[in-house]
């Protein structure tokens, strides 16, 4: 499975974005990068995903580098319910599963 | 509400008890996992269903047994689990047949303790 790093934890203030960086050097040309985060208590949720054009949906933006080497999720506008640990994760075409990583815990201060 | 249920959400078992975790989805997914989640650590995959037969048992140990009778409802069956086995179960599931261009479904989870 291709890898992801991603910073162990951000702090953000309300109200402000929130740029959370991925590195995936290795990813292939089938990858597809998915984010995921996961509120305390709960099971995980889905955030965002693409393949190479950057990507926007009503909770994130996902852009990625154009050699698609690393990715960035950002929240434009974080709230105190956007406290969570994201995931960063690629899905190749032949892969179905999710395989997580530590991923980045976020903090939004008030 | 994500479409994926699990019951029961909390758990106290004995080590010498049976019990099942159950996960039921009416998403007209394919695929269907079990994760497990301890304390502090990353989710673990334990087992993947894909068109209702097993297609990934990652090295979990025999005393976890899953059952997938239905392609809506995935069981996983417990017996004489350790303390060690305490930890959050989650079950999740996707329409394979589309790939990874498709997102997954998670329950809220199973909080599971033995005592």
């Known amino acids: 499975d291709a890898k992801t790093t991603q910073p162990n934890s951000m702090e953000s203030n309300e109200e402000e974005p929130v740029h959370l960086p991925c590195n995936h050097s290795?990813?292939?040309?089938?990858?597809?990068i998915h984010w995921y985060r996961q509120l305390p208590s709960q099971g995980p949720e889905y955030v965002i995903h693409?393949?190479?054009s950057n990507v926007n949906n009503r909770m994130a933006s996902l852009a990625i580098a154009e050699d698609r080497k690393s990715s960035t999720l950002i929240l434009h506008r974080a709230t105190l319910r956007d406290a969570a640990v994201y995931y960063c994760?690629?899905?190749?075409?032949?892969?179905?599963?999710?395989?997580f990583g530590a991923g980045t815990t976020v903090t939004v201060r008030a | 509400e994500t479409g994926v249920t699990q019951t029961p959400r909390h758990l106290v078992m004995g080590m010498t008890n049976k019990k099942s975790l159950k996960c039921e989805q009416h998403?007209?997914?394919?695929?269907m996992y079990w994760y497990k989640q301890s304390a502090k650590k990353p989710l673990e995959l334990m087992f993947v269903?894909?068109?209702?037969?097993?297609?990934e048992n990652n090295s979990v140990p025999s005393r976890f047994s899953p059952e997938c009778p239905n392609s809506s409802h995935l069981f996983l069956h417990l017996h004489t689990l350790q303390p060690e086995d305490s930890a959050l179960y989650l079950c999740?599931?996707?329409?394979?047949?589309?790939?990874?261009?498709?997102?997954?479904?998670f329950g809220q989870g199973t909080r599971l303790t033995v005592v």
């Open positions: 999740a599931s996707s329409p394979r047949s589309l790939g990874p261009n498709t997102e997954a479904f």
């Open positions: 290795t990813i292939s040309g089938t990858d597809y």
């Open positions: 693409g393949l190479t």
């Open positions: 994760i690629l899905r190749d075409q032949d892969d179905y599963k999710l395989s």
């Open positions: 998403l007209g997914h394919n695929a």
């Open positions: 269903y894909s068109l209702e037969e097993r297609v």
